[in-house]
């Protein structure tokens, strides 16, 4: 046998044997890398993101997320990501904890960990109404846009330039000055990595989620109605082409919500979508929003499981929107 001959066999042998490792590493552990000489084989992850027990209940009462047997979860900075499947389409989430600052931390950390390769992230919460002929409880809305509404440039009393939100408006029983002054809203910085920093208020959805979330998403789709022999008044619907707001202090004032709906038009409220917006955009990452509607701003509540109906109803949404893509695979760099 020449010599050519027995390299080429040698160099067949050590690639069958190469193959034969790499398949078994993928079999024990569909998260596994596999390396080779000009690329990394991984698979690729839809990032699902969370903020409050409700939202992490309604998931795993569905029997949906099914954790991968070996390395379900990586626990990183003091959160837990679990990594899995929901009904066969891989997944990585993680409940990040109320307020914006954790919002952020944990997504940005979701997105920068390369193990995970997340293609994009999917958040579902809750959310208040501002505009009870619109939305009421229970119902899911997929905003197009959000805006952090939390940042303010408070003026001095009597300033020449008066922001928008001007205190004295809300005197009671009359209008009248105010030693508070007004508020001026201010935009936030948007930092990419395709474009220089600019100053943004309204955050959109990616446009292509967007669309994908309202082509045909919802039909066929059950709502929870009834949890723990408490039910809605009606019947939960989903609502599209709305605007969202995002603050670190949770809003119950109707004054303050009749307001945010009529200089912003904004319909919902909440504590969390603005940070995953913004970090998903600084990262150049596809995301959308899903808000179950938990109460209506300035109303009290009788049904304290509302918050659960709403949280479910998201979920489901957030379900049919991850499975409506194809399963995303093995992806090499």
């Known amino acids: 046998m020449s010599s050519v001959n027995l390299a080429v066999l ?20 569909p998260n596994a890398e596999i390396e080779s000489s000009n690329c990394k084989l991984g698979f690729i992850h839809f990032g699902l993101v969370l903020t409050s027990d409700n939202s992490e209940k309604a998931l ?11 390395n379900p979860y990586v626990d990183i900075v003091g959160r837990r990501f679990h990594i899995g499947y929901l009904n066969k389409t891989p997944l990585v989430y993680v409940k990040t904890g109320t307020q914006s600052v954790n919002v952020a931390t944990a997504v940005q950390t979701l997105l920068l960990n390369k193990t995970f390769r997340i293609s994009g992230i999917v958040f579902f919460g809750n959310a208040g109404s501002l505009d009870e002929n619109v939305l009421v409880p229970g119902d899911v809305v997929v905003p197009e846009a959000v805006a952090f509404t939390g940042v303010w440039e408070w003026e001095e009393f009597r300033a020449q ?38 100053e943004v208020f309204w955050l959109p959805i990616s446009s292509s989620w967007y669309k994908a979330a309202t082509e045909e998403l919802t039909k066929d789709l059950k709502f929870k109605e ?23 202090f949770y809003v119950k004032n109707k ?28 990262n150049g990452k596809l ?47």
């Open 10 to 29: 040698l160099v067949v042998g050590l690639l069958l044997v190469t193959a034969k490792q790499s398949m078994q590493m993928s079999l024990r552990n």
């Open 60 to 70: 795993l009462d569905s029997g949906l997320f099914v954790p991968y047997s070996e």
């Open 161 to 198: 330039n008066k922001g928008k939100l001007v205190f004295g408006n809300y005197n009671y029983p009359e209008n009248g000055e105010n030693l508070l002054g007004t508020a001026a809203y201010e935009n936030i910085t948007l930092y990419s990595p395709s474009e220089e920093p600019k």
């Open 226 to 248: 009834c949890h723990s022999g408490r039910c809605l008044p009606g019947t939960a619907k989903v609502v599209f082409g709305l605007k969202a707001s995002t603050s670190d």
């Open 255 to 282: 004054a303050y919500g009749d307001f945010l709906l009529e200089k912003f038009n904004a319909s919902t409220t909440d504590s969390a979508s603005a940070a995953v917006a913004l970090t998903s955009l600084s």
């Open 287 to 333: 995301f959308v929003v899903i808000q179950g509607i938990s109460n209506i701003v300035g109303v009290e509540s009788s049904n304290p499981e509302i918050g659960y109906i709403a949280s479910h109803n998201a979920f489901l949404v957030a379900t049919k929107f991850i499975n409506s893509f194809r399963t995303p695979g093995l992806a090499c760099e």
